[in-house]
């Protein structure tokens, strides 16, 4: 099992940056898990955003938001991050992090571990 405890979620202006954490725990090793990004806004499905494999070695991002966040993970911490600039309000949702052995996934039911999620909002 493992819990994941997002945060740093927030109202923010349009134009600026905010960081998102995913901290994980319990008895599965974070090292060994990838780490997905999702976002749902009111009245829609939960979409991909951002995805880390186990090692650090490669990510994925969606186009909606490629040049504008990064994914990023601290195993010596059990964290991963979301680094977003450039906010527009169309990035207002709530921000989930998952997690699955090894390999990255766009996809929601790849992954068996989901935190409960962080609220953004970007105000114009």
């Known amino acids: 099992q493992m819990q994941l405890v997002e945060s740093g979620g927030t109202v923010v202006q349009a134009g600026n940056s905010l960081t998102l954490s995913c901290a994980a725990s319990?008895?599965?090793?974070?090292?060994?898990?990838?780490i997905g990004w999702f976002r749902q806004a009111p009245g829609k499905e939960r979409e991909f955003v951002a995805s880390?494999?186990?090692?650090?070695?490669?990510?994925s991002v969606a186009d909606s938001v490629k040049g504008r966040f990064t994914v990023s993970r601290d195993d010596a911490v059990d964290t991963a991050y979301l680094q977003m600039s450039s906010l527009i309000a169309e990035d207002t949702a709530r921000y989930y992090c998952a997690a699955r052995l090894w390999d990255m996934s766009t996809q929601t039911d790849q992954y068996p571990y989901w935190g409960r999620g962080t609220q953004v909002t970007v105000s114009e």
């Open positions: 319990g008895e599965e090793f974070f090292s060994s898990h990838a």
């Open positions: 880390i494999k186990w090692s650090g070695r490669s990510t």
